[in-house]
T-cell receptor, first 109, second 117 residues
Framework: DAKTTQPPSMDCAEGRAANLPCNHS???????VYWYRQIHSQGPQYIIH???NNETNEMASLIITEDRKSSTLILPHATLRDTAVYYC??????????FGTGTSLTVIP | GAVVSQHPSRVICKSGTSVKIECRSL??????MFWYRQFPKQSLMLMAT?????????EQGVEKDKFLINHASLTLSTLTVTSAHPEDSSFYIC?????????????FGPGTRLLVL
């Protein structure tokens, strides 16, 4: 079963930062936080992952709270192409992914 | 990122026939691949873990005799839906585990849409 909780939907204005929260209060010490997104009728696309430090790549930033019970994915300048369902997953290295219901992000022109 | 392909992208078949779906890691070797199923307006549901050179591990409630998985090489896993029925119509997605560079990530294929008539 999924171990994460995300809001079902969010809107964001084009050009603004999109901040997507994820609650994972039962995360264990060696579980990573992964973020993927799925655009309609496509396979999920990897965005970013982290253990306890904040991470940044060319797509997004991942902020993990000090107690690791929640995280936020930040898309710094949302575009219309960022409209998708965003999934937050916690998993040990080598283990399976169990997807929750994700957050449907709509970027508004 | 790494590239994972699936073939075919969509398939229509008659009830009672079998359908094979291929999943390939194109630029890396994957000892482990995963198969998911997604029904409309729902999330991905893990079906099974495919391990190269050994038997697949199926999630609870997934019939191993109906969904045959073969992972014969480090770049290819196949899912065969045997004796398909209309309720098997779904979007099937594979992923491959990439362990290069000291990190571990799963990369997903584009999915295969199956319609059973």
């Amino acid at each position: 079963d999924a171990k994460t909780t995300q809001p079902p939907s969010m809107d964001c204005a084009e050009g603004r930062a999109a901040n997507l929260p994820c609650n994972h209060s039962t995360i264990s010490g060696n579980e990573y936080v992964y973020w993927y997104r799925q655009i309609h009728s496509q396979g999920p696309q990897y965005i970013i992952h982290g253990l306890k430090n904040n991470e940044t790549n060319e797509m997004a930033s991942l902020i993990i709270t000090e107690d690791r019970k929640s995280s936020t994915l930040i898309l710094p300048h949302a575009t219309l192409r960022d409209t998708a369902v965003y999934y937050c997953i916690v998993s040990n290295w080598g283990n399976q992914f169990y997807f929750g219901t994700g957050t449907s992000l709509t970027v508004i022109p | 990122g790494a590239v994972v392909s699936q073939h075919p992208s969509r398939v229509i078949c008659k009830s009672g026939t079998s359908v094979k779906i291929e999943c390939r890691s194109l630029d890396f070797q994957a000892t482990t691949m995963f198969w998911y199923r997604q029904f409309p307006k729902q999330s991905l549901m893990l079906m099974a873990t495919s391990n190269e050179g050994s038997k697949a591990t199926y999630e609870q409630g997934v019939e191993k005799d109906k969904f045959l998985i073969n992972h014969a090489s480090l770049t290819l896993s196949t899912l065969t839906v045997t004796s398909a029925h209309p309720e098997d119509s779904s979007f099937y997605i594979c992923s491959a585990r990439d362990r290069r560079g000291g990190s571990e990530t799963q990369y997903f294929g584009p999915g295969t849409r199956l319609l059973v008539l």
